[in-house]
């Protein structure tokens, strides 16, 4: 079955680093296009980025472009996101959601439980 | 990339029917048949009932159907059980490639 688990959040200082994991399994990784989407507390979903089946292309929300930088390994079946110059306001549960197949207009379909990053001094 | 505009909240009785809107722009919703809804109960992740427009998922209760007419998308659902309350939210690619979201709404089955 269809598993994505999601690693590397944790409290982190405003303008410092971080990059989450997303580990999949159950399915051809290489075949999908993958999706990273955020929930601050108490708030809706927000969409932050996207990255074809090859990794070739990717593009991302307003908010985090120029900050945060999606990618994949196919070989290793894992999707990141390096979130860099964190902000208070990008603390969120961050999931990432495989898209139905390998473009990026595919919404996604199964997601993973999400990993909180928090943002504080 | 603004968000898309859903009712903050909806409420109805067991068995009653509910439509919950989501409006874009011809840049999103309008433009593209690849809207999409989200049923979220507390706690858990989201999970998905319609992809483009109206092609529901093989879980998707037949009591859920969902509809598009210009610029705004619709998820009705009918037969209204106790399970249904949790937050919808509808999603739209956007012409520049991107993705964008409504800002939920939360179903109360009172």
């Known amino acids: 079955q269809v598993q994505l688990v999601e690693s590397g959040g944790g409290v982190v200082q405003p303008g410092k680093s971080l990059r989450l994991s997303c580990e999949a399994s159950g399915f051809i990784f290489s075949t999908y296009a993958m999706h990273w989407v955020r929930q601050a507390p108490g708030k809706g979903l927000q969409w932050v980025a996207v990255?074809?089946?090859?990794?070739?292309?990717?593009y991302y929300a307003d908010s985090v472009k120029g900050r945060f930088t999606i990618s994949r390994d196919n070989s290793k079946n894992t999707l990141y996101l390096q979130l860099d110059s964190l902000r208070g306001e990008d603390t969120a549960v961050y999931f990432c959601?495989?898209?139905?197949?390998?473009?990026?207009?595919?919404?996604?379909?199964?997601w993973g439980q999400g990993t909180l990053v928090t943002v504080s001094a | 990339q603004s968000a898309l505009t859903q009712p903050a909240s909806v409420s109805a009785s067991p068995g009653q029917s509910i439509t919950i809107s989501c409006t874009g722009t011809?840049?999103?919703?309008?433009?593209?048949?690849?809207v999409s809804w989200y049923q979220q109960h507390p706690g858990k992740a989201p999970t998905l009932l319609f992809y483009?427009?109206?092609t529901r998922q093989p879980e998707t209760p037949h009591r859920f159907s969902a509809a598009k007419s210009g610029n705004t998308a619709s998820l009705i659902i009918s037969g209204l059980q106790t399970d249904d309350e949790a937050d919808y939210y509808c999603?739209?690619?956007?012409?520049?490639?991107?993705?964008?979201f409504g800002g939920g709404t939360k179903l109360t089955v009172l």
């Open positions: 990255v074809s089946h090859d990794g070739d292309n990717e």
């Open positions: 959601a495989r898209a139905r197949h390998l473009g990026v207009y595919y919404s996604g379909d199964y």
């Open positions: 999603a739209s690619f956007t012409y520049v490639n991107t993705w964008v």
């Open positions: 011809s840049g999103d919703i309008g433009g593209f048949n690849y």
């Open positions: 483009d427009v109206n």
